[in-house]
């Protein structure tokens, strides 16, 4: 699954010991690896690894939670919208998403993992379903919504661990 050395894996595990609100991508790019190495490394209660072939499966169960925050982060942007997820639909070789603030068409053949990562991020918990390429680049990320506290929305919670536990680990 993961071609990392021992020694490698140990030097990633001790830099997210030492920072355990470190940006997963950052972490990534310091050490060298893919975001999924990163993910494989992570501690087993912060994620579960389901296959990327579920791709639809969990964008149409995404479409039910409300609104959330979809983040693209390449080497050059960090790109948020929040928002619900439209209900998508394949066709022409992309997933696609009709709506706004979230549109767009998403190439679901090239996922190859999907992992449900719960996880401190700066200082706040945070609970995610991140999506992975062949290359174990990471394609996208849908964050949990907030209410005006700024507490995760328990509902989506709810929605986040029911979906986790249902798929299984692969």
Known sequence: MNSLSTEKKQA???SLS???????DYVAKEHEVSALDIIHCLPEHQTRLVDGALFETVMLEVSDWGDITF???????ILEAKG?????????GFYNLHGAPIGGHLKGENC???AFVSRPLFSS????????NK?????FKIYLGRDENRQMLSSQIEAFEALKSKLGSS
């Open 12 to 14: 990633i595990q001790t």
């Open 18 to 24: 030492e920072n355990p609100g470190a940006v997963l």
């Open 71 to 77: 983040l693209v982060h390449t080497e050059d942007l």
């Open 84 to 92: 619900s997820v439209p209900k998508g639909k394949s066709a022409r």
């Open 112 to 114: 190859d993992a999907i």
């Open 125 to 132: 918990d945070t609970k995610s379903v991140q999506f992975f």
């Open 135 to 139: 290359k174990g680049g990471c394609m």
